[in-house]
């Protein structure tokens, strides 16, 4: 089961200004073949899957742990899309002024089209992800290995999507989830080490660029977001931590396994659309709510 939570594991800055095509290119992250929507899913069905889990439930935990985080990184990567398309096209209600005209010149038109300015399970090329990504056969030693490749390709893919943009949103979410998925790179060479005895961290990093390299990653390595594994539980997979701990390859520096999750801030409140039909329901009677909220007893 998901325990949800109406937050982001991170404050996003507002963007200078409307990009659709910043948003096209942070798309990767969302529906690539190693966007967040592969990571999340691969763990999903790996965890599900799972046989003889009571055995290796340290491994078990752990895959739990990283999944429960994916389902946060496919919200901050769509909140920064919806950020970038927020005002991109004329706000009215009157058709025939061509409202959406910047669209024809936008690189994905199914932002306009097929959604309300707003991010789909698509990569940068306006692909649909598939299930064809998922990756579960069911044997461990293959399953980690995977998932090592899975996170290398994806830290590759989030450094080209950075060099592409320059805009804050999207730099600050990509730095984020740069030190991120670096912890789960190493999260996953560590539990190839337990398992097998090889120490395929010394393949790391993959690519060979630091995190210090990236301004906006440096403040979440300060605030020791690259050491500390969370379970995403409230009081499950505890077991996880019998692999994550020791010292952090690169920084050499203590891991930390902390129960629960990532403390959280505000999402956006993300501005209406109306020449898109966005939310599409401006006779709503604010006040109906409040009277409603008041006989329940419900603070607004």
Known sequence: MILKMDQLPIELPKPKNPSPNSAAAVQELLGGKFGEMSTLMNYTYQSFNFRGRNKLRPFYDLICSIAGEEYGHIEVVAYTTNLLLTGASKRGMDPSTT????????????????????????????????????????????????????????????????EMVDDPTARTMVGYLLVRGGLHVVAYAKALEVLTGVNVTKLLPIPNLSNAAFPEAKKFMENKLHLKLYTFSQDDYKQAGLIWNGT????????????????????????????LDAPGAFDIDPDMFADIAKKLGIKL
């Open 99 to 162: 409202p959406l005209a910047n669209g024809v010149d936008a690189r994905n038109t199914s932002h306009f089209i097929a959604s309300g300015q707003s991010a789909l399970p698509m990569d940068s090329m306006g692909r649909f992800w598939t299930g064809e990504n998922v990756f579960s056969s069911g044997n461990l030693k293959l399953d980690l290995l995977h998932n090592f490749f899975l996170e290398c390709g994806a830290r590759a893919n989030k450094m080209r999507v950075y």
């Open 248 to 275: 952090h390859p690169e920084t050499g520096e203590e891991l930390e396994f902390i129960e629960g999750a990532i403390p959280g801030v505000p999402a956006p409140d993300l501005e209406e659309e109306p020449q």
